[in-house]
């Protein structure tokens, strides 16, 4: 998993050579696969985190319930 600003990505290597990719490509066709293949990278590394957010929020919920007390005040 890698930190790319603030969003977390878990296969940063697929990303960037997609990308590397992207900007390159001069066909049109090709180019529209390349962005399908990126946003279904990323929607499946959204996916994976909001999983795990979920199993941690219902292992640890005093740490979630201290954040948005937190986050409230």
């Given amino acids: 998993m890698v930190s790319l600003g603030k969003v977390l990505v878990h296969d940063a290597d697929l990303v960037r050579l997609i990308c590397s990719e992207l900007a390159?490509?001069?066909?049109p066709h090709k180019t529209d696969e390349l962005y399908c293949l990126l946003r279904a990278v990323l929607k499946d590394d959204q996916e994976e985190v909001e999983v795990r957010m979920i199993f941690l929020a219902g292992r640890y919920p005093y740490l979630f319930l201290a954040s948005e007390s937190k986050a409230a005040a």
Avoid: K, L, N, P
């Avoid at 390159?24 to 066909?27: G, K, N, P, S």
């Fill in 24 to 27: 390159v490509e001069t066909d």
